[in-house]
């Protein structure tokens, strides 16, 4: 019981930071197939499919939980170093994706859906800043729903960092402070805080649920008939991210008080060093929850 919550507490802490599948963890631990036939089960047979991986729930809420307090503090303290790093931890999954992404013959539409993809990506860096929410409190009920289906994804397929694309569009920071928030009112006895905290955390619940729900069965049908593709397109998110998040920092720091330009190298070369450092730490991070891909090769080439 205790091996399974600490399995499913790295699955958690996987499951919010960027670049970090939460999916790809549990495949290598071999409860993927497990996690994703309980969801399936989900709405038919609701009891029996919680039954049969509670410990692991457990665990993924826990990790959560503290993930949400140690990111909290590090961004905080360190915000572009941190960021380089998380932006290691992508750039380490990077392999394995183009593994699954790789066609047997080189083709152009194959190169075009990755291409159009990176493009579609950048193009997201310009609406970032009207995207982007710095004060959770007046942040619309209907994006909290978002940030729960966009954090879902991070389970349910395998490669695929959800923190990542709210990273990307300003919203990851948002979820950190929230979860924080919510874990030091709670033992501060702080019910104001509280409440109104718990309630944006339902949405995210509500949002998770509607993703396991409709994409559980969907995705396991688009990795069936179109897996080639799904992956090139998670291809080209990836290499596009780096860029994306970097923008995504510079919009949120020029607004701190006082301001802070990443780009101002005369002020930021330390950072800057630290971060360069950082970048293949996170890289050897990330390819360590990656190395023992088994069972997503398996499950990959049995769908081909």
Do not use: C
Not at 181 to 201: C, K, R, Y
């Amino acid at each position: 019981m205790i091996k399974k919550i600490l399995i499913g507490s790295l699955v958690g802490i996987g499951s919010i930071l960027p670049g970090v599948s939460g999916g790809m963890i549990a495949a290598a631990f071999n409860i993927y197939s497990k996690l994703i036939e309980a969801l399936d089960l989900l709405t038919k047979h609701p009891i029996q499919a919680i039954k049969s991986i509670w410990q692991y729930l457990i665990g993924i809420i826990l990790g959560i939980l503290a993930g949400f307090l140690i990111i909290a503090y590090v961004f905080y303290l360190i915000p572009l170093p941190s960021t380089l790093l998380f932006i290691g931890l992508i750039l380490g999954g990077l392999p394995e994706i183009y593994f699954l992404a790789k066609q047997d013959e080189r083709k152009a539409k194959h190169m075009i859906v990755t291409g159009v993809t990176i493009i579609l990506m950048l193009a997201l860096s310009f609406l970032a800043p009207y995207l982007g929410q710095s004060d959770v409190s007046n942040t619309n009920f209907m994006i909290w729903i978002l940030v729960g289906f966009l954090l879902a994804l991070s389970l349910i397929v395998p490669g695929l960092s959800g923190t990542m694309l709210l990273l990307i569009i300003g919203y990851y920071g948002p979820m950190i402070l929230l979860g924080k928030g919510l874990v030091e009112s709670l033992f501060a006895l702080d019910f104001d805080t509280l409440f109104t905290d718990i309630w944006n955390l339902l949405f995210i619940g509500l949002g998770l649920v509607i993703a396991f729900i409709v994409l559980a069965k969907l995705i396991s049908y688009i990795l069936r008939k179109f897996p080639k593709t799904f992956y090139q397109i998670i291809l080209g998110i990836i290499i596009a991210s780096p860029i994306n998040i970097i923008l995504s920092l510079k919009d949120e720091l020029i607004l701190e008080e006082p301001p802070i330009n990443i780009f101002n190298i005369n002020e930021q070369w330390l950072m800057w060093l630290i971060g360069i450092i950082l970048i293949p730490v996170g890289m050897y991070l990330s390819r360590m929850f990656t190395k023992d891909k088994n069972e997503t090769k398996e499950d990959q080439t049995s769908n081909n």
